[in-house]
């Protein structure tokens, strides 16, 4: 079992940046793709980003590209997703997920375990 916790969320105007974090613990954290995914009220929850263990490849949602940037820390059980430029349609809760598998997915149900989700709010 992995425990995943979010923070760094809030709220921002736009054109503004946000640094989300999100811890990993229990199993270990060794070999674990990595992703990002949002959800706005009413929305389903759509992919962001994501990295696999070896060799730190990464994917992005194409509404971030160039925006957003994911990247982890091994050592310490830790992922990141650095959001610039930000737009008020960025605004939704932002969930970290964790797969078993180390490879690339975007879709929601290819990850194993969720965290409980951090707002950010984006103002115009």
């Known amino acids: 079992q992995v425990q995943l916790v979010e923070s760094g969320g809030g709220l921002v105007q736009a054109g503004g940046s946000l640094r989300l974090s999100c811890a990993a613990s229990?199993?270990?954290?060794?070999?674990?793709?990595m992703g990002w995914f949002r959800q706005a009220p009413g929305k389903e929850r759509d992919f962001v980003a994501a990295?696999?263990?070896?060799?730190?490849?990464?994917n992005y949602a194409d509404s971030v590209k160039g925006r957003f940037a994911i990247s982890r820390n091994n050592a310490k059980n830790t992922v990141y997703l650095q959001m610039n430029s930000l737009k008020p349609e960025d605004t939704a809760v932002y969930y970290c997920?964790?797969?078993?598998?180390?490879?690339?997915?975007?879709?929601?149900?290819?990850?194993?375990?969720w965290g409980q989700g951090t707002q950010v709010t984006v103002s115009s």
């Open positions: 997920a964790a797969r078993r598998i180390d490879a690339l997915a975007v879709r929601a149900g290819s990850y194993d375990y």
């Open positions: 229990g199993r270990s954290f060794s070999g674990t793709t």
């Open positions: 990295i696999t263990w070896a060799g730190g490849i990464t």
